[in-house]
């Protein structure tokens, strides 16, 4: 069944530790994207890439870190930096780079900070 | 950069009647107009999708309205069924410049009042 896995689905944090959410997809996208999603406001990019071993800020990165080692997969991290975490975490796929069309998404991670 | 606005935030209709969510955009280089539809616990997903080539798009109980002039678009839904409900999002980008560049209004929640 092709799609795109994050996990974990739910994650709690205590301040001041790093969280890494993991999205794999195997539906053999070129691009993928981090959202993050707070009630009241649409989705906001954090991170993406167009390519292996490449990516680029998105419009919120700061306090975030990414990853792109294999076309699969594309983790990011929440570091301690981040002002505000607790938010829920969308991960996206889509098929070309460099041009809009569908973005496929993850089921998402909720990530709270205790 | 382009901002995004969307109305209303909630949404509560009898099932059988329409449903039309607004979105107005600002930047008028924008012409790709998405909209992706969130089910309670489930991923985004695209449900339709409009280029300013053309000023209305239907698929089956869905449809699209796009105008250019004043800067905005809507969704309509007819004869609203339960699995109506969700949060429904709208989006707007200049293709070709890539999916990096959507800008996501805020959501509307879509309540199908049995």
């Known amino acids: 069944d092709g799609g795109i896995t994050q996990s974990p689905k739910y994650l709690f944090r205590k301040e001041g530790q790093n969280v890494t959410l993991s999205c794999e997809q195997n539906?053999?996208?070129?691009?993928m994207y981090w959202y993050r999603q707070d009630p009241g406001q649409g989705l906001r990019l954090i991170y993406y890439s167009q390519i292996v071993n490449d990516f680029q800020k998105g419009d919120i990165a700061e306090g975030y870190s990414v990853s792109r080692e294999k076309k699969e997969s594309f983790p990011l991290t929440v570091t301690s930096a981040q002002k505000n975490p607790t938010a829920f975490y969308l991960c996206?796929?889509?098929?070309?780079?460099?041009?809009?069309?569908?973005?496929?998404f993850g089921e998402g991670s909720r990530l709270t900070v205790l | 950069g382009e901002n995004v606005e969307q109305h209303p935030s909630t949404l509560s209709v009898q099932e059988g009647d329409s449903a039309v969510i607004k979105c107005t955009y600002s930047d008028s280089a924008s012409n790709y107009f998405p909209w992706y539809k969130q089910e309670l616990g489930k991923r985004p997903q695209l449900i339709i999708d409009i280029r300013s080539n053309v000023g209305e798009k239907k698929d089956q109980r869905i449809a699209v309205t796009l105008n250019k002039t004043a800067k905005h678009f809507s969704l309509h839904i007819t004869e609203t069924q339960p699995e109506d409900s969700a949060v429904y999002f709208c989006a707007a980008s200049i293709e070709n410049f890539g999916n990096e560049k959507l800008t996501f209004g805020t959501g509307t929640r879509l309540t199908i009042i049995p």
């Open positions: 996206a796929s889509s098929i070309v780079r460099g041009d809009t069309g569908e973005l496929f």
């Open positions: 539906l053999n996208h070129d691009a």
